[in-house]
């Protein structure tokens, strides 16, 4: 029942999920903002809803493992199974904001978690502003470079919710909420259950299949986007996705509530993981020559996921 309970979390998840990234977009549109910063900013913070979810509800419900390494384990899968699957599939192309921006900004959010939990063993809340604040500087310098960038790209997705009435909007954002707030209350409750009857850590269960769980809407968009053959999904949106993670779930999870490293694991292993995933991909572009992401490199993400799923449950 346990097992169903988590089943039937990670499905409202991705349904609500959807349905949020939806309402977020149109309701974007009714503020006249810009394609490129509902890219950039609207959606990456709509995907990383789930993650807040089950974060704030496993460390209101005292289960700060699940707090802290949902968030861990989605910026591991993010890059290595989600970004890995997206290369194998098709051609992801690298522009010069990866170089300049959006991958330093990926490694000082990684590095500052990293301290902060190294350094007294728990996310307080004073860190957790010093998180959301950076997030907001993040923010306000992508808007600042947006403006000097192009809006032209177009995308069928985005284009199609331009023009959706605010009662669809009101509706959506009902079936999101009330989707995303079961789907994480049940998620949570059964991945604690499930630990305990397999003899596992909630580290363990939290960093692999809640994390694979609150990760399967960026899964599922990239997978969409390319069946479509769209260019909605890039390297750029998923990087972005995982400092929305750290700064926004962390950061508002830890202002509501302290969370301790009570599983030493998540210290010596998953974050130290997370920094590698993080790390790997600058050269893994650099490699390629070609300012692209392709099948060998996606195979090579996926390849080291795996190992790490497996070193995980060894």
């Not at 988590?6 to 349904?15: D, K, N």
Request: hydrophobic content about 55%.
């Amino acid at each position: 029942m346990d097992v169903m309970f988590m089943i039937l979390g990670f499905v409202l998840l991705v349904v609500g999920g959807e349905y949020l990234v939806r309402a977020s977009v149109g309701l974007s549109f009714k503020l006249n903002l810009s394609k490129m910063v509902i890219g950039l900013t609207v959606v990456s913070f709509a995907t990383s809803v789930p993650e807040l979810l089950v974060s704030l509800n496993a460390a209101l419900q005292g289960a700060p493992a699940i707090a802290i390494n949902n968030v861990i384990g989605s910026n591991i899968a993010n890059i290595g199974l989600v970004l890995g699957i997206t290369a194998i599939c098709t051609t992801i192309e690298v522009d010069q904001s990866f170089y300049k921006f959006n991958w330093p900004a990926l490694i000082v959010f990684s590095l500052l978690i990293y301290y902060f939990l190294q350094n007294d063993h728990q996310l307080t809340s004073i860190e957790g502003w010093v998180l959301f604040a950076a997030l907001l500087v993040f923010i306000f310098l992508l808007l600042k470079k947006s403006r000097s960038s192009s809006d032209q790209a177009s995308d069928t997705t985005i284009d199609a919710l331009s023009k959706v009435s605010y009662f669809k909007i009101f509706v959506w954002l009902t079936i999101g909420g009330v989707a995303l707030y079961f789907g994480a209350k049940w998620l949570v409750d059964g991945a604690v259950v499930v630990a305990e009857k397999m003899g596992v850590s909630e580290a363990v269960i939290s960093v692999s299949l809640v994390a694979v769980g609150t990760s399967i809407p960026e899964l599922a968009a990239s997978i969409i986007a390319v069946i479509k053959k769209e260019k909605a999904i890039s390297l750029g949106n998923l990087i972005g996705s995982n400092i929305f993670n750290i700064g926004s779930v962390l950061g508002l999870t830890s202002i509501v509530k302290t969370i301790p490293i009570e599983d030493a694991q998540i210290l010596s292993r998953d974050v130290l993981w997370m920094l590698v995933f993080a790390a790997i991909t600058l050269p893994l572009v650099m490699i390629s020559k070609r300012h692209k992401l392709q099948f060998k490199e996606g195979f090579f993400l996926v390849l080291l996921y795996s190992v790490f799923i497996i070193l995980v449950f060894l």
